[in-house]
């Protein structure tokens, strides 16, 4: 079936660190990735996408890498700040032109003073 | 630019009432899918709506049911409520212009069945 799950639930990291968040993804046809980032009490907000004939994406602080052979995907936040303390999800389209996302259960992150 | 909007924020029901919930779409978006998000859970879908039509649905009973107006707002309605449709319940709009299309997401409606 499909599935988009996280291998850690809560990411303790020290602010001014990198930080790493994993997914991993059932569906092998899966064309395309987002990253989420939900603050408490607002909705999911658009991080960073990918889409499958790519394997590295960057952006502003955070990078996507996808690993279709092994069906992971994991976000990194360089130089952690206080701000980015929330759940993470990664998304996956898994039939193009559907728009359904499934969603993984989330990783927490917390930023440590 | 609006962004996508929810109302009411929160909501009490008891079980087999029903409901209805209202979404305002982004600016020029006439795409709208809603998710339902249970407690430390991701967002599931339910459906998603496009020029006023049913365009793919989740893994919810037909008691979930919704519609889409001419402005591209959008209500999703649920009948005989249960104790496990407690959840928030999100709305995202998005502007159909091929498959990768970025979906935005409004604050959501936390809904409690008592």
């Known amino acids: 079936g499909e599935s988009v799950g996280l291998h850690l639930p809560t990411l303790s990291v020290q602010e001014g660190d990198n930080s790493i968040i994993n997914c991993a993804y059932s569906?092998?046809?899966?064309?395309?990735f987002i990253w989420y980032k939900q603050e408490s009490g607002k909705g999911p907000q658009f991080i960073i996408d990918i889409r499958s004939n790519m394997d590295k994406r960057q952006g502003q602080r955070v990078t996507v890498l996808l690993n279709k052979t092994v069906k992971h995907l994991s976000l990194q936040i360089a130089a952690t700040q206080p701000g980015d303390s929330a759940v993470y999800f990664c998304?996956?389209?898994?039939?193009?032109?559907?728009?359904?996302?499934?969603f993984g259960t989330g990783t927490r992150l917390k930023v440590l003073a | 630019e609006t962004g996508v909007t929810q109302s009411p924020t929160h909501l009490i029901k008891t079980r087999g009432q029903q409901v209805t919930l209202r979404c305002s779409s982004q600016s020029g978006h006439n795409t709208v899918s809603w998710y339902q998000q249970a407690l430390g859970q991701g967002p599931q879908f339910i459906f998603q709506y496009y020029r006023e039509e049913e365009n793919g649905r989740g893994n919810f009973p037909p008691r979930f049911s919704g519609l889409q107006f001419p402005n591209y707002s959008s209500e999703l309605n649920v009948n005989a409520l249960e104790l496990d449709d407690s959840a928030l319940y999100l709305c995202?709009?998005?502007?159909?212009?091929?498959?990768?299309?970025?979906?935005?997401f409004g604050p959501g409606t936390r809904l409690t069945v008592l």
């Open positions: 995202a709009s998005s502007l159909v212009q091929g498959p990768y299309n970025e979906q935005f």
């Open positions: 998304a996956e389209i898994p039939s193009l032109g559907t728009y359904k996302y499934i």
């Open positions: 569906n092998s046809a899966s064309d395309y």
